[in-house]
Protein backbone atom coordinates (compact mmCIF):
# COMPACT_ATOMS: atom_id res chain seq x y z
CA UNK A 1 0.00 0.00 0.00
CA UNK A 2 2.81 2.33 1.31
CA UNK A 3 2.32 5.97 -0.37
CA UNK A 4 -1.14 5.14 -2.57
CA UNK A 5 -3.33 6.47 0.16
CA UNK A 6 -1.88 8.52 2.51
CA UNK A 7 -4.31 10.41 4.50
CA UNK A 8 -3.30 13.12 7.10
CA UNK A 9 -5.63 15.47 9.33
CA UNK A 10 -4.35 18.47 10.51
CA UNK A 11 -6.52 19.98 13.05
CA UNK A 12 -7.32 20.71 17.23
CA UNK A 13 -9.03 18.44 20.08
CA UNK A 14 -11.59 21.14 20.73
CA UNK A 15 -12.30 22.45 17.18
CA UNK A 16 -15.86 21.21 15.92
CA UNK A 17 -14.84 22.07 12.29
CA UNK A 18 -11.77 19.69 13.03
CA UNK A 19 -14.04 16.93 14.71
CA UNK A 20 -16.73 16.66 12.37
CA UNK A 21 -13.26 15.72 9.51
CA UNK A 22 -12.17 13.40 11.80
CA UNK A 23 -15.37 11.29 12.62
CA UNK A 24 -15.90 11.19 9.16
CA UNK A 25 -12.39 9.40 8.32
CA UNK A 26 -13.36 7.07 11.46
CA UNK A 27 -17.01 5.96 9.97
CA UNK A 28 -15.65 5.27 6.55
CA UNK A 29 -12.69 3.38 7.73
CA UNK A 30 -10.25 5.13 6.34
CA UNK A 31 -6.79 5.11 8.53
CA UNK A 32 -5.28 8.21 9.02
CA UNK A 33 -2.99 10.14 10.79
CA UNK A 34 -3.72 12.72 13.01
CA UNK A 35 -1.61 15.88 13.84
CA UNK A 36 -2.82 18.00 16.62
CA UNK A 37 -1.97 21.63 15.61
CA UNK A 38 -0.88 24.65 17.81
CA UNK A 39 -3.52 27.57 17.02
CA UNK A 40 -1.26 29.92 19.20
CA UNK A 41 1.80 28.86 17.04
CA UNK A 42 0.69 27.68 13.60
CA UNK A 43 2.63 25.42 11.54
CA UNK A 44 4.80 25.67 8.72
CA UNK A 45 2.50 22.88 7.54
CA UNK A 46 -0.77 25.22 7.82
CA UNK A 47 0.44 27.80 6.64
CA UNK A 48 2.08 25.91 3.60
CA UNK A 49 -1.15 23.96 3.05
CA UNK A 50 -3.84 26.59 3.84
CA UNK A 51 -2.09 29.94 2.99
CA UNK A 52 -5.68 31.28 2.39
CA UNK A 53 -6.95 30.96 5.52
CA UNK A 54 -4.36 29.15 7.91
CA UNK A 55 -7.01 27.24 9.65
CA UNK A 56 -7.31 23.79 10.41
CA UNK A 57 -8.68 21.53 9.44
CA UNK A 58 -6.95 20.55 6.52
CA UNK A 59 -6.94 17.14 4.68
CA UNK A 60 -3.64 15.97 3.19
CA UNK A 61 -4.33 12.93 0.72
CA UNK A 62 -1.05 11.82 -0.74
CA UNK A 63 0.23 15.17 -0.31
CA UNK A 64 -2.67 17.25 -1.77
CA UNK A 65 -4.21 19.38 0.51
CA UNK A 66 -7.61 20.23 0.99
CA UNK A 67 -9.07 23.05 3.34
CA UNK A 68 -12.51 23.87 4.71
CA UNK A 69 -14.45 21.29 6.51
CA UNK A 70 -17.50 20.67 4.46
CA UNK A 71 -15.15 20.57 0.99
CA UNK A 72 -13.31 17.84 3.28
CA UNK A 73 -16.36 16.10 4.32
CA UNK A 74 -17.66 16.33 0.15
CA UNK A 75 -14.79 14.75 -1.10
CA UNK A 76 -14.25 12.12 1.60
CA UNK A 77 -17.94 11.06 0.75
CA UNK A 78 -16.97 10.98 -3.61
CA UNK A 79 -13.43 9.47 -3.41
CA UNK A 80 -14.05 6.36 -0.87
CA UNK A 81 -17.48 5.27 -1.56
CA UNK A 82 -18.13 2.56 1.01
CA UNK A 83 -20.66 3.74 3.79
CA UNK A 84 -21.37 5.64 5.08
CA UNK A 85 -22.65 7.92 2.25
CA UNK A 86 -22.59 11.28 3.65
CA UNK A 87 -24.84 12.34 0.89
CA UNK A 88 -27.67 10.78 -0.83
CA UNK A 89 -27.40 10.07 -4.22
CA UNK A 90 -30.79 11.51 -5.75
CA UNK A 91 -29.79 15.34 -6.34
CA UNK A 92 -32.71 16.70 -5.22
CA UNK A 93 -32.41 14.91 -1.96
CA UNK A 94 -28.59 16.18 -1.94
CA UNK A 95 -29.55 19.82 -2.45
CA UNK A 96 -32.26 19.31 1.01
CA UNK A 97 -29.24 17.93 2.59
CA UNK A 98 -26.71 20.79 2.17
CA UNK A 99 -29.55 23.67 2.61
CA UNK A 100 -29.70 22.54 5.74
CA UNK A 101 -26.15 21.50 6.71
CA UNK A 102 -25.94 25.41 5.42
CA UNK A 103 -28.47 26.60 7.65
CA UNK A 104 -27.11 24.73 10.60
CA UNK A 105 -23.78 25.72 10.11
CA UNK A 106 -24.31 29.26 8.73
CA UNK A 107 -27.15 30.53 11.12
CA UNK A 108 -27.53 28.25 14.00
CA UNK A 109 -23.50 27.67 14.40
CA UNK A 110 -23.08 31.68 14.13
CA UNK A 111 -26.25 32.50 16.64
CA UNK A 112 -24.48 29.95 19.19
CA UNK A 113 -20.88 31.42 18.66
CA UNK A 114 -22.99 35.07 19.54
CA UNK A 115 -24.38 33.67 22.33
CA UNK A 116 -21.42 32.20 23.93
CA UNK A 117 -19.47 35.65 23.54
CA UNK A 118 -21.66 37.93 24.69
CA UNK A 119 -23.97 38.66 27.99
CA UNK A 120 -26.81 41.41 29.16
CA UNK A 121 -29.08 42.38 26.30
CA UNK A 122 -26.88 41.06 23.57
CA UNK A 123 -26.77 37.72 24.55
CA UNK A 124 -30.83 37.71 25.99
CA UNK A 125 -31.17 38.62 22.00
CA UNK A 126 -28.82 35.64 20.47
CA UNK A 127 -30.88 33.70 22.70
CA UNK A 128 -33.85 34.25 21.58
CA UNK A 129 -32.72 34.29 17.59
CA UNK A 130 -31.30 30.67 18.62
CA UNK A 131 -34.00 29.11 20.39
CA UNK A 132 -36.14 30.55 16.54
CA UNK A 133 -33.79 28.99 14.74
CA UNK A 134 -33.73 25.53 16.39
CA UNK A 135 -37.83 25.99 16.00
CA UNK A 136 -36.81 26.41 12.03
CA UNK A 137 -35.01 23.07 12.13
CA UNK A 138 -37.34 21.37 14.18
CA UNK A 139 -39.72 21.80 11.80
CA UNK A 140 -37.48 21.52 8.54
CA UNK A 141 -35.95 17.97 9.53
CA UNK A 142 -39.45 16.62 9.48
CA UNK A 143 -39.16 16.14 5.70
CA UNK A 144 -35.51 13.84 7.00
CA UNK A 145 -38.11 12.07 9.95
CA UNK A 146 -41.54 11.84 8.19
CA UNK A 147 -42.72 9.02 10.39
CA UNK A 148 -40.68 10.55 13.72
CA UNK A 149 -38.85 7.77 13.83
CA UNK A 150 -34.67 8.28 13.95
CA UNK A 151 -32.67 5.81 13.52
CA UNK A 152 -29.18 6.06 13.34
CA UNK A 153 -26.23 3.83 13.09
CA UNK A 154 -22.75 3.79 11.86
CA UNK A 155 -23.93 2.77 8.07
CA UNK A 156 -26.57 5.60 7.31
CA UNK A 157 -24.97 8.57 9.27
CA UNK A 158 -24.79 11.64 6.56
CA UNK A 159 -23.01 15.23 6.28
CA UNK A 160 -26.18 16.90 8.32
CA UNK A 161 -25.63 14.11 11.42
CA UNK A 162 -22.09 15.26 11.53
CA UNK A 163 -22.15 19.24 11.20
CA UNK A 164 -25.69 18.97 13.84
CA UNK A 165 -23.57 17.11 16.12
CA UNK A 166 -19.99 19.36 15.80
CA UNK A 167 -22.49 22.20 16.77
CA UNK A 168 -24.43 20.65 19.16
CA UNK A 169 -23.62 17.28 20.68
CA UNK A 170 -22.20 18.95 23.71
CA UNK A 171 -25.08 20.43 24.51
CA UNK A 172 -24.81 19.23 27.87
CA UNK A 173 -21.38 21.42 27.95
CA UNK A 174 -23.17 24.13 26.30
CA UNK A 175 -26.25 24.29 28.80
CA UNK A 176 -24.04 24.35 31.67
CA UNK A 177 -21.65 26.56 31.00
CA UNK A 178 -24.07 29.53 29.44
CA UNK A 179 -26.73 28.76 32.39
CA UNK A 180 -29.21 28.14 29.71
CA UNK A 181 -31.59 25.17 28.07
CA UNK A 182 -30.81 25.21 24.48
CA UNK A 183 -31.76 21.43 23.59
CA UNK A 184 -35.28 20.98 25.07
CA UNK A 185 -37.14 18.09 24.80
CA UNK A 186 -40.35 19.19 24.62
CA UNK A 187 -39.66 22.73 22.71
CA UNK A 188 -37.35 20.62 20.20
CA UNK A 189 -38.33 17.01 20.81
CA UNK A 190 -36.80 15.74 17.03
CA UNK A 191 -33.85 17.49 17.58
CA UNK A 192 -33.51 16.45 21.15
CA UNK A 193 -33.92 12.57 19.77
CA UNK A 194 -31.51 13.43 16.93
CA UNK A 195 -28.93 14.26 19.26
CA UNK A 196 -29.68 11.82 21.74
CA UNK A 197 -29.31 9.60 18.49
CA UNK A 198 -26.10 10.49 17.04
CA UNK A 199 -24.31 11.16 20.48
CA UNK A 200 -25.13 6.94 20.91
CA UNK A 201 -23.04 5.98 18.35
CA UNK A 202 -20.07 3.93 19.60
CA UNK A 203 -17.26 5.93 17.35
CA UNK A 204 -18.95 9.03 18.31
CA UNK A 205 -19.07 8.38 22.11
CA UNK A 206 -14.97 7.47 21.89
CA UNK A 207 -14.26 10.46 19.64
CA UNK A 208 -15.45 13.33 21.70
CA UNK A 209 -13.39 15.07 24.44
CA UNK A 210 -14.34 14.57 28.04
CA UNK A 211 -16.77 17.06 29.51
CA UNK A 212 -14.55 18.65 31.97
CA UNK A 213 -11.81 19.48 29.02
CA UNK A 214 -14.65 21.03 26.96
CA UNK A 215 -15.86 23.07 29.60
CA UNK A 216 -13.03 24.64 30.43
CA UNK A 217 -12.10 25.51 26.31
CA UNK A 218 -16.23 26.99 26.26
CA UNK A 219 -15.28 28.81 29.46
CA UNK A 220 -12.36 30.11 28.52
CA UNK A 221 -13.79 31.21 25.06
CA UNK A 222 -16.15 33.28 26.81
CA UNK A 223 -14.27 34.84 29.14
CA UNK A 224 -11.55 35.96 26.73
CA UNK A 225 -14.57 37.35 24.56
CA UNK A 226 -16.04 38.77 27.50
CA UNK A 227 -12.93 40.48 28.52
CA UNK A 228 -11.95 41.84 25.46
CA UNK A 229 -15.18 43.33 24.19
CA UNK A 230 -15.42 45.27 27.68
CA UNK A 231 -11.89 46.52 27.29
CA UNK B 1 -38.83 16.91 -19.34
CA UNK B 2 -40.05 18.61 -16.01
CA UNK B 3 -40.85 22.33 -16.59
CA UNK B 4 -38.17 24.45 -15.02
CA UNK B 5 -38.88 27.82 -13.30
CA UNK B 6 -36.81 30.61 -11.33
CA UNK B 7 -38.03 32.68 -9.25
CA UNK B 8 -35.51 35.69 -8.96
CA UNK B 9 -35.23 39.77 -8.82
CA UNK B 10 -33.26 41.68 -11.19
CA UNK B 11 -30.36 43.10 -10.94
CA UNK B 12 -29.70 40.49 -8.32
CA UNK B 13 -25.86 38.30 -8.98
CA UNK B 14 -27.46 35.96 -7.20
CA UNK B 15 -30.43 35.46 -9.99
CA UNK B 16 -27.48 35.88 -12.62
CA UNK B 17 -25.46 32.81 -11.85
CA UNK B 18 -28.25 30.67 -11.87
CA UNK B 19 -29.27 32.02 -15.31
CA UNK B 20 -25.09 31.78 -16.41
CA UNK B 21 -25.81 28.17 -15.45
CA UNK B 22 -29.11 27.28 -16.92
CA UNK B 23 -27.69 29.09 -20.17
CA UNK B 24 -24.30 27.41 -20.29
CA UNK B 25 -26.42 23.98 -20.21
CA UNK B 26 -29.27 25.39 -23.18
CA UNK B 27 -31.96 24.79 -20.25
CA UNK B 28 -35.25 26.30 -20.80
CA UNK B 29 -36.82 28.32 -18.07
CA UNK B 30 -39.31 30.89 -17.40
CA UNK B 31 -38.50 33.59 -15.53
CA UNK B 32 -40.74 34.70 -12.77
CA UNK B 33 -40.05 37.96 -11.43
CA UNK B 34 -40.49 38.51 -7.79
CA UNK B 35 -40.81 41.88 -5.34
CA UNK B 36 -38.89 41.69 -2.53
CA UNK B 37 -40.81 44.82 -0.83
CA UNK B 38 -43.95 42.11 -1.09
CA UNK B 39 -43.25 39.24 -0.82
CA UNK B 40 -45.34 36.33 -2.83
CA UNK B 41 -47.29 33.54 -1.71
CA UNK B 42 -45.16 31.54 -4.09
CA UNK B 43 -41.66 32.57 -2.48
CA UNK B 44 -43.29 31.71 1.22
CA UNK B 45 -44.88 28.30 0.14
CA UNK B 46 -40.99 27.56 -2.12
CA UNK B 47 -38.47 29.26 0.59
CA UNK B 48 -40.06 29.46 3.92
CA UNK B 49 -36.95 29.04 5.84
CA UNK B 50 -35.18 32.22 4.16
CA UNK B 51 -37.94 33.93 2.07
CA UNK B 52 -34.77 34.73 -0.40
CA UNK B 53 -34.27 34.43 -4.14
CA UNK B 54 -32.92 32.59 -6.24
CA UNK B 55 -35.78 29.67 -5.99
CA UNK B 56 -35.06 27.25 -8.79
CA UNK B 57 -38.65 25.41 -9.15
CA UNK B 58 -38.07 21.87 -11.08
CA UNK B 59 -41.10 19.76 -11.48
CA UNK B 60 -42.52 21.74 -8.98
CA UNK B 61 -39.63 21.08 -6.57
CA UNK B 62 -37.95 24.15 -4.95
CA UNK B 63 -34.34 24.45 -4.56
CA UNK B 64 -32.58 26.89 -2.69
CA UNK B 65 -29.41 28.71 -2.20
CA UNK B 66 -27.83 29.97 -5.36
CA UNK B 67 -24.58 27.75 -5.13
CA UNK B 68 -26.54 24.94 -3.94
CA UNK B 69 -28.70 25.45 -7.05
CA UNK B 70 -26.03 25.44 -9.23
CA UNK B 71 -24.35 21.57 -7.84
CA UNK B 72 -28.15 20.54 -8.42
CA UNK B 73 -28.60 21.92 -12.33
CA UNK B 74 -24.64 20.24 -12.64
CA UNK B 75 -25.80 16.79 -11.63
CA UNK B 76 -29.20 17.02 -12.94
CA UNK B 77 -27.81 18.20 -16.28
CA UNK B 78 -24.39 17.00 -16.66
CA UNK B 79 -23.77 18.36 -19.91
CA UNK B 80 -21.26 21.44 -20.31
CA UNK B 81 -20.35 20.63 -16.64
CA UNK B 82 -18.99 23.34 -14.44
CA UNK B 83 -17.34 21.72 -12.59
CA UNK B 84 -13.87 19.51 -13.02
CA UNK B 85 -14.41 15.49 -12.48
CA UNK B 86 -11.41 14.80 -10.70
CA UNK B 87 -12.81 14.52 -6.97
CA UNK B 88 -9.70 16.59 -5.80
CA UNK B 89 -9.62 19.33 -8.28
CA UNK B 90 -13.46 19.54 -7.53
CA UNK B 91 -12.32 20.18 -3.80
CA UNK B 92 -10.31 23.07 -5.02
CA UNK B 93 -12.79 24.38 -6.80
CA UNK B 94 -15.19 24.33 -3.80
CA UNK B 95 -12.84 25.99 -1.68
CA UNK B 96 -13.00 28.67 -4.07
CA UNK B 97 -17.02 28.54 -4.21
CA UNK B 98 -17.24 28.57 -0.36
CA UNK B 99 -14.77 32.09 -0.24
CA UNK B 100 -16.81 33.67 -2.72
CA UNK B 101 -20.15 33.16 -0.98
CA UNK B 102 -18.40 33.98 2.26
CA UNK B 103 -16.61 36.93 1.02
CA UNK B 104 -17.99 38.60 -1.88
CA UNK B 105 -20.12 40.74 0.47
CA UNK B 106 -17.93 43.02 1.73
CA UNK B 107 -18.22 44.94 -1.42
CA UNK B 108 -22.07 45.45 -0.52
CA UNK B 109 -20.93 46.45 3.03
CA UNK B 110 -18.88 49.04 1.18
CA UNK B 111 -21.97 50.16 -1.20
CA UNK B 112 -23.91 49.83 2.32
CA UNK B 113 -22.14 52.16 4.23
CA UNK B 114 -20.22 55.77 4.93
CA UNK B 115 -17.26 56.59 6.85
CA UNK B 116 -15.35 54.59 8.93
CA UNK B 117 -17.96 51.61 8.48
CA UNK B 118 -16.81 51.99 4.73
CA UNK B 119 -13.46 52.95 5.18
CA UNK B 120 -13.34 49.27 7.09
CA UNK B 121 -15.51 47.02 4.14
CA UNK B 122 -12.94 48.92 1.47
CA UNK B 123 -10.03 47.56 3.10
CA UNK B 124 -12.05 44.32 3.93
CA UNK B 125 -12.89 44.23 0.07
CA UNK B 126 -9.34 44.41 -0.85
CA UNK B 127 -7.81 41.77 1.12
CA UNK B 128 -10.45 39.41 -1.02
CA UNK B 129 -9.28 40.86 -4.18
CA UNK B 130 -5.58 40.34 -3.70
CA UNK B 131 -6.44 37.00 -2.01
CA UNK B 132 -8.16 36.64 -5.63
CA UNK B 133 -5.41 37.51 -7.26
CA UNK B 134 -2.53 35.72 -4.90
CA UNK B 135 -3.95 32.23 -4.97
CA UNK B 136 -7.15 31.75 -6.91
CA UNK B 137 -6.14 32.66 -10.50
CA UNK B 138 -3.32 30.87 -12.02
CA UNK B 139 -1.84 32.08 -15.23
CA UNK B 140 -4.96 30.30 -16.33
CA UNK B 141 -7.99 32.13 -18.80
CA UNK B 142 -10.59 31.56 -16.07
CA UNK B 143 -10.26 30.15 -12.60
CA UNK B 144 -9.16 26.18 -13.00
CA UNK B 145 -9.07 26.38 -16.88
CA UNK B 146 -9.67 27.09 -20.22
CA UNK B 147 -13.31 27.54 -20.11
CA UNK B 148 -15.74 28.86 -17.74
CA UNK B 149 -17.16 27.10 -14.48
CA UNK B 150 -18.84 26.97 -11.80
CA UNK B 151 -15.57 29.16 -9.61
CA UNK B 152 -16.10 31.83 -12.11
CA UNK B 153 -19.86 31.96 -11.59
CA UNK B 154 -19.65 32.24 -7.79
CA UNK B 155 -17.08 35.28 -8.51
CA UNK B 156 -19.30 36.72 -11.27
CA UNK B 157 -20.19 39.85 -9.11
CA UNK B 158 -16.82 40.87 -9.35
CA UNK B 159 -17.13 40.98 -13.51
CA UNK B 160 -20.52 44.05 -13.17
CA UNK B 161 -21.26 44.27 -9.72
CA UNK B 162 -18.39 45.40 -8.21
CA UNK B 163 -17.90 48.00 -11.14
CA UNK B 164 -21.35 49.39 -10.23
CA UNK B 165 -20.68 50.09 -6.82
CA UNK B 166 -17.46 51.60 -7.67
CA UNK B 167 -19.33 54.18 -9.80
CA UNK B 168 -22.26 54.50 -7.47
CA UNK B 169 -20.17 55.28 -3.94
CA UNK B 170 -17.15 56.54 -5.66
CA UNK B 171 -14.63 53.95 -3.91
CA UNK B 172 -12.13 52.66 -6.34
CA UNK B 173 -11.31 49.24 -5.34
CA UNK B 174 -9.70 46.96 -8.73
CA UNK B 175 -7.51 48.96 -10.12
CA UNK B 176 -6.31 46.98 -13.11
CA UNK B 177 -2.78 48.08 -12.17
CA UNK B 178 -2.59 46.42 -8.91
CA UNK B 179 -5.26 43.34 -9.91
CA UNK B 180 -3.75 42.47 -13.31
CA UNK B 181 -4.86 38.98 -13.43
CA UNK B 182 -8.66 39.28 -12.23
CA UNK B 183 -9.10 42.12 -14.73
CA UNK B 184 -7.72 40.02 -17.52
CA UNK B 185 -10.54 37.50 -15.88
CA UNK B 186 -13.34 40.26 -15.44
CA UNK B 187 -12.11 40.87 -19.35
CA UNK B 188 -12.25 37.43 -20.10
CA UNK B 189 -15.23 36.53 -18.36
CA UNK B 190 -17.68 39.17 -20.02
CA UNK B 191 -16.76 38.23 -23.55
CA UNK B 192 -18.15 34.35 -22.75
CA UNK B 193 -21.53 34.52 -25.16
CA UNK B 194 -23.22 33.16 -22.30
CA UNK B 195 -22.02 35.70 -19.72
CA UNK B 196 -21.96 38.39 -22.23
CA UNK B 197 -25.68 37.90 -23.64
CA UNK B 198 -26.67 37.26 -20.02
CA UNK B 199 -25.75 40.59 -18.14
CA UNK B 200 -27.87 43.31 -16.81
CA UNK B 201 -27.59 46.28 -18.72
CA UNK B 202 -25.00 48.54 -17.10
CA UNK B 203 -26.69 52.43 -17.17
CA UNK B 204 -29.89 50.41 -15.93
CA UNK B 205 -28.30 49.08 -12.88
CA UNK B 206 -25.86 52.20 -12.21
CA UNK B 207 -29.46 53.83 -12.11
CA UNK B 208 -31.27 51.08 -10.02
CA UNK B 209 -28.43 50.88 -7.08
CA UNK B 210 -27.61 54.65 -7.12
CA UNK B 211 -31.52 55.43 -6.39
CA UNK B 212 -30.97 52.19 -3.67
CA UNK B 213 -27.79 53.62 -2.28
CA UNK B 214 -29.81 57.01 -1.45
CA UNK B 215 -32.70 55.41 0.08
CA UNK B 216 -30.55 53.32 2.45
CA UNK B 217 -28.36 56.41 3.61
CA UNK B 218 -31.33 58.76 3.78
CA UNK B 219 -32.71 56.20 5.88
CA UNK B 220 -29.72 56.17 8.13
Redesign the interface.
Known amino acids: MGEENKVILHGMWASPFSKRVELALKLKGIPFEYVEEDLKNKSAEILHYN??HKKIPVLV?NG?P???S???L??ID??WKNNPRFLPQD??K??RV??WT??VQQHLFETMFTVVKTDGEAQEKAVKELLEKLQ?LEE?IKEFFPDGNICIDSNNVGLLDLVLLSVFGPYNVQEEVLGIKIIDMEKTPLVYSWLRAINQLPLVKESIPPHDKLAAVLKFMRENALKSSSA | MAEVKLLATWPSPFYYRVVWALKSKGIAYEFIEEDLANKSPLLLQYNP?HKKIPVLI?GG?P???SM??L??IE??WPKNSLLPND??E???A??WI??ADDKSPEIWRVFRSVGEEQEKAAKDSLEMLK?IEE?ALGEKKFFGGDKIGMVGIAFGQLAQWLQVIEDVTGVKLLEASEFPRLQRWINNFKQVPVINENLPDYDQMFAFFKGRRQMLLASK
Do not use: N
Open positions: PVHKIAELVIEYETPYRARFSFVG | VHKICEIIEYEIPYKAVRFKFTH
